[in-house]
């Protein structure tokens, strides 16, 4: 299908952007990758009247760490996170995640920044971000302010932005010695939406005990989930089989799944078992030698 006629706009700052955005309010979108936006308006299930393009504008594309968080700028695509020397050695899980995002067609477009804004409970971004305990950046005329990703997603397909302010970067914590972490996507065949995804990023100190745990589920609830339970019965404990298998029944229990063309409610509730155990494992793997 067609998109229905709009009035497209190619801002070259931020300022202009959110001049834009506040002007045009909720008759205007902003577009990133256009990798959700577009087919939605080719579906006429999302019929903005102005697009506001920040392609253009410069600094939205920066990838870099410093004062101890790995700084992911809006506009940094999947394949440029697929591609990055630092992230492949220091953050393996959010290489895991780019990866098994679509095909490569739709990843050399995407933007993380679209991924977390367009909140679909499906995407595979969200897990790991929550799992990391990440915070995203929320830009308006008036200012900055972060937003841990635990409070950004507050509905399905809503999160916490307001209408005039752009995501401007994602800052995940730097890992500190002995942390690992993986993200362990089910689906029906490469480059489908998961029918389970499950990230986990752990601490093990050198007696092998977890001083930190974080998972988290895409597509078994209407909003990714945090699995605090799981989280907190795995803080103090030695991390090995037992205490993964019975993080991994917690996390089943957390999951709030909807039976649908993917599989049944009892079958997502268990694949949430059988890829948090994996998640679990492959992460203390990564927590106790070289990265992979
Ligand atoms: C064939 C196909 C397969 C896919 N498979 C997967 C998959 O397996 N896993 C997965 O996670 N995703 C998948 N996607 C979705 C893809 O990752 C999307 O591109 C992503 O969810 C949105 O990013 P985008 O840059 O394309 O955003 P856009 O499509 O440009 O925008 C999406 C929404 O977010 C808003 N928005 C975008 N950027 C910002 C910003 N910086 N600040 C505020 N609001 C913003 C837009 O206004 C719009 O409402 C797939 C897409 C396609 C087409």
Redesign the pocket.
């Known amino acids: 299908m067609i998109p229905p006629q709009f009035t497209y706009f190619a801002p070259t700052t931020l300022h202009e952007a959110l001049t834009l955005l506040r002007h045009y309010g909720s008759e205007a979108?902003?577009?990133?990758?256009?990798?959700?936006?577009?087919?939605?308006m080719k579906l006429r299930l999302?019929t903005?009247a102005y697009l506001?393009d920040?392609n253009r504008i410069p600094g939205?594309d920066r990838l870099h760490e410093s004062n101890g968080f790995l700084h992911i700028g809006?506009?940094i695509?999947?394949a440029d996170l697929e591609r990055s020397e630092l992230v492949r050695t220091q953050y393996p899980i959010v290489r895991d995640?780019a990866r098994?995002?679509?095909?490569p067609?739709?990843?050399n477009?995407?933007?993380?920044?679209?991924?977390?804004?367009?909140?679909?409970p499906?995407?595979?971004?969200?897990a790991t971000l929550l799992a990391l305990e990440a915070e995203v950046v929320?830009t308006g005329l008036d200012g900055e302010r972060t937003v841990p990703v635990a409070e950004f997603f507050t509905d399905f397909f809503t999160?916490a932005?307001r209408p005039d302010?752009?995501?401007?970067e994602i800052r995940i914590p730097a890992p500190i010695a002995g942390s690992g972490g993986a993200y362990i996507?089910l689906?029906r065949k490469v480059?489908?939406?998961?029918i389970v995804?499950v990230a986990a990023q752990v601490t093990i100190n050198t007696m092998g005990i977890c001083t930190r745990a974080g998972i988290g589920l895409?597509n078994v609830a209407p909003i990714p989930l945090k699995v605090h339970t799981a989280e907190a019965f795995l803080q103090g404990q030695h991390l090995d089989q037992d205490s993964i298998t019975h993080a991994a029944q917690l996390a089943a229990e957390a999951a709030r799944p909807e039976a649908d063309l993917r599989g049944s409610i009892a079958y997502k509730r268990d694949m949430v078992r059988v890829l948090t155990s994996r998640a679990l494992t492959r992460a203390l793997e990564r927590a106790s030698g070289p990265t992979a």
């Open positions: 979108k902003l577009l990133s990758g256009g990798q959700s936006l577009i087919p939605l999302a903005p506001i920040i939205l809006a506009l695509r999947e995640t098994v995002i679509g095909d067609l739709v990843r477009l995407a933007t993380v920044g679209g991924n977390l804004a367009h909140a679909d499906a995407n595979d971004h969200p929320a999160t932005l302010e752009i995501l401007t996507k689906e480059g489908d939406f998961a995804g895409t």
